[in-house]
T-cell receptor, first 117, second 117 residues
C-alpha cells in the first residue's frame, strides 16, 4: 500500500513570496489533515477535510493560508504572502474515517520543510 | 494554553533497560490517546493507542498506561533497543460523535529518546 505522498520535500523562499504544497493521501482515506510543525514543537492542525468538505479550519490563518481538496482526493496548501514565522515542516496526514464519526489512526507523509528568508 | 504536555524534552537510556515517556493533558473531553514515533526527515508513524475505557494497552515491547484521574499517560518500552531512538509524540483526541475533539488529534511537543548500545 502506497503511503501519503507530499511534494516538494524542501522549499526555500523569501518573505512575501507565495508557495504551494501538494499532498496525495492513501487511496480510500476520506479524511485529510494539514499540520504545521515548528522546530521543537509538536504538529499543530491547520485544516481537516472530510472528503472534499472542510471539517475544521479554526487554526488556519486565513488571511494568508488557503487549502483545497478538489474531488476529495489530492490537496494543496498555499501560503500567500509568506512570513518569516511560517518557516516550519508542513505535514499532510490521512485517515480512513475521522470527522465527527469515529477516530482512526493517522498516516503521515514525509512533510515539506519550508524556509522563509 | 497547551492541552497536551510532554515535560521531558529528552530521555537517554541504556539498551535493554526500560524507557518511560510521560504525557499530561488538561482537557477532560479527551477520550482517546495515541503515541507516534518520528525519525528525522520522516513523518510521524502510529505506535500504540488507548481508549479512556481502559487503563492499559500492550503491544509487544510497548505498553501505554492511562491514569484518567491524574490526566496522565505513559509509554513504557521494554527492553529498549537502539532502533527505538526517535522523537515520541503523545496525542489526544475524542472518539465519540458528540465529542468536539472527535477525529482530530492535539499533539504534545515530543520527547527525544536516545537508546545507547
Amino acid at each position: 500500500e502506497a503511503g501519503v505522498a507530499q511534494s516538494p520535500r524542501y522549499k526555500i523562499i523569501e518573505k512575501r513570496q507565495s508557495v504551494a504544497f501538494w499532498c496525495n493521501p492513501i487511496s480510500g482515506h476520506a479524511t485529510l489533515y494539514w499540520y504545521q510543525q515548528i522546530l521543537g514543537q509538536g504538529p499543530k492542525l491547520l485544516i481537516q477535510f472530510q472528503n472534499n468538505g472542510v471539517v475544521d479550519d479554526s487554526q488556519l490563518p486565513k488571511d494568508r493560508f488557503s487549502a483545497e481538496r478538489l474531488k476529495g482526493v489530492d490537496s494543496t496548501l498555499k501560503i500567500q504572502p509568506a512570513k518569516l514565522e511560517d518557516s516550519a515542516v508542513y505535514l499532510c496526514a490521512s485517515s480512513l474515517a475521522g470527522g465527527r464519526a469515529s477516530y482512526n489512526e493517522q498516516f503521515f507523509g514525509p512533510g515539506t520543510r519550508l524556509t522563509v528568508l | 494554553d497547551q492541552q497536551v504536555k510532554q515535560n521531558s524534552p529528552s530521555l537517554s537510556v541504556q539498551e535493554g533497560r526500560i524507557s518511560i515517556l510521560n504525557c499530561d493533558y488538561t482537557n477532560s473531553m479527551f477520550d482517546y490517546f495515541l503515541w507516534y514515533k518520528k525519525y528525522p526527515a520522516e513523518g510521524p508513524t502510529f505506535l500504540i493507542s488507548i481508549s479512556s475505557i481502559k487503563d492499559k494497552n500492550e503491544d509487544g515491547r510497548f505498553t501505554v498506561f492511562l491514569n484518567k484521574s491524574a490526566k496522565h499517560l505513559s509509554l513504557h518500552i521494554v527492553p529498549s533497543q537502539p532502533g527505538d531512538s526517535a522523537v515520541y509524540f503523545c496525542a489526544a483526541s475524542g472518539i465519540l460523535v458528540e465529542n468536539t475533539n472527535a477525529g482530530k488529534s492535539t499533539f504534545g511537543d515530543g520527547t527525544t529518546l536516545t537508546v545507547k548500545p
